[in-house]
């Protein structure tokens, strides 16, 4: 049995899949838009562009997506994070730089008593995020 976050991006869920193409090499697993339903959904209609189902890949895990049923754009994302187990200090500093454009750092990215690499960064949609290689013994 696997648990697997299910993000909610409230109209944001496009150009947050395309951001996570970008800075962690995500893959778009299967993206299911509102309009291709066959019954509209109960209560507020989203429109028909919305995202209702996505299922990206992120290395060897998979997130789930949608816009929900609402589109107001302000997403709430709090009480988790996301880690991200980098193949090298390196990767990790990448990732951990491509997440913080126009998000907001957490904890500086750096060598730490626990890892060789880490940071936690909170990404321009309200995603945080903890990034760490190297393990130490």
């Not at 390196?90 to 491509?98: I, L, N, T, V």
Request: hydrophobic share 40%.
């Amino acid at each position: 049995m696997a648990i697997q976050p299910y993000l909610f991006f409230n109209g944001r869920t496009e150009e947050a899949l395309e951001f996570y193409k970008q800075t962690l090499g995500a893959e778009i697993m299967m993206k299911m838009r509102f309009k291709d339903a066959p019954d509209s959904p109960p209560g507020a209609q989203p429109p028909p562009e919305a995202i209702m189902h996505a299922c990206v890949r992120i290395g060897d895990s998979e997130v789930m997506a949608s816009d929900g049923m609402s589109c107001t754009g302000q997403t709430s994302f709090s009480g988790f994070s996301l880690a991200y187990q980098a193949k090298d200090p390196a990767d990790a500093k990448r990732r951990f730089d491509a997440l913080a454009q126009g998000g907001q750092v957490q904890m500086p990215f750096g060598e730490t008593f626990f890892a060789k690499a880490f940071g936690g960064v909170q990404d321009k949609f309200g995603v945080s995020w903890m990034i760490i290689a190297g393990q130490k013994q």
